[in-house]
């Protein structure tokens, strides 16, 4: 599961490495970058543009079938 999270993170937000080398310092980064994108997520939810992606993934997945 976690895996999923770092690549997602370096294919879509071209993170490749962290800017901090001390575990703290890498910690409070990792932190922030979640932060930034559960915000983004929170937005998008308000907006319902996930609901409108929703939408076109089950279509898409209903023509596959």
């Not at 993170?9 to 930034?36: A, C, P, T, W």
Request: glycine share 4%.
């Amino acid at each position: 599961m976690t895996e999923c999270s770092f690549g997602d993170m370096k294919y879509n937000d071209k993170i490749q490495k962290f800017n901090h080398r001390s575990r703290e310092k890498v910690y409070k980064e990792m932190l922030f970058y979640i932060i930034g994108r559960n915000l983004k997520k929170h937005h998008k939810f308000l907006n319902n543009s996930l609901k409108n992606c929703e939408k076109e993934l089950r279509k898409k997945a209903d023509l596959e079938a």
